[in-house]
């Protein structure tokens, strides 16, 4: 069988912890349905959402109060893996005993490893937080930080988005595949980090595409295949066109030709795609796309979109 890396949007996931724990529930028997079908999974999520949501209350609370800290994004980060990672754990754990899974579920709290000089931190370009009637309030609440004025709605924080270059404790997350573990790594892209000359490691603001983090992570374990899980059933061209396509097999060239003419949009699909091209790139079989709730047609090729080298 194979070895399978599965990037799940946050937006999956729900807005709030009630949603979440009965949202993740769909993702956790399929993931179930795959190990029980022989494949070694790992499977990662978004957090945008959940990341939000955590370092929106904190600053709100900080507000309110001010012996309430404020939370670093970093920080924000680790607590929103550890909120996901819950239940995730949780739902899959309790699908394997439904499906009479004899396997075991892991977390792993996940530390990207990104390049300091990465030319992304000299322009960071990603929002977050809330927004702010004045920029000397939004750099009041938000110390060391660059803050833009977005879009009429107020001063806001933006972040880096770095290339994701390892992981911290990767071997292990392979080894635990290899010794039979089900992974949920990755969360969020993971907390980007940088390492000094010594080696020392230190995390740092920013947001990693957990698409492109995914991607990497599956190059690095080796698996036979990175599946992209969104709201569609195919990536398209000429979208809500009257010429619009589907796309059943695409090749790098050809994917590589529709971003040249802007085909897919920057917010959503095109890193989905990207990522599926960097897999192939550096050795997967094949990257798919498509929606949740076909994963196990996605893997029999009998619905998505499947990306290869050539």
Not at 246 to 261: C, D, N, V
Request: glycine share 10%; no cysteine; aromatic share 6%.
């Amino acid at each position: 069988m194979s070895r399978i890396v599965i990037a799940l949007g946050g937006n999956a996931l729900g807005n709030n912890p009630e949603e979440q724990k009965e949202l993740v529930k769909l993702p956790a028997r399929k993931i179930a349905e795959l190990v029980k079908a022989g494949h070694e999974v790992i499977i990662g999520h978004g957090n945008g959402p959940q990341v939000g949501m955590i370092f929106n209350g904190m600053s709100k609370a900080h507000e309110v109060n001010e012996k309430s800290p404020l939370i670093p994004l970093p920080e924000a980060g680790a607590m929103s893996q550890g909120y996901i990672g819950l239940h995730m754990l949780n739902a899959t754990t309790n699908a394997f005993k439904e499906l009479n899974v004899e396997k075991e579920v892991m977390y792993i709290l996940t530390q990207t490893i990104v390049d300091a000089k990465d030319a992304a931190f000299k322009n960071p370009t990603k929002p977050i937080g809330p927004f702010y009637a004045t920029k000397e309030e939004a750099e009041q609440m938000n110390p060391n930080s660059v803050i833009i004025e977005d879009a009429g709605r107020g001063y806001r924080k933006v972040v880096a988005s770095p290339i994701p270059q390892t992981f911290i404790g990767i071997n292990q997350i392979k080894n635990a595949v290899e010794a039979g573990a089900t992974v949920i790594v990755g969360g969020g892209g993971g907390i980007p980090t940088v390492k000094d000359a010594k080696g020392y490691v230190t995390p740092v603001d920013g947001v990693i595409d957990k698409d492109f983090a995914l991607s990497k992570i599956a190059v690095l374990v080796k698996a036979d295949y990175f599946v992209v899980l969104t709201a569609v059933d195919n990536v398209m061209v000429n979208y809500k066109q009257p010429n619009q396509k589907a796309l059943k097999h695409a090749t790098k060239a050809e994917l590589e030709q529709y971003i040249k003419e802007n085909q897919f949009a920057p917010g959503s699909m095109l890193p989905k795609v990207k990522a599926a091209i960097k897999f192939v790139e550096e050795g997967g079989k094949a990257a798919f796309i498509g929606d949740l709730k076909d994963l196990e047609n996605i893997i029999a090729e009998k619905t998505g979109t499947k990306v290869t080298l050539k």
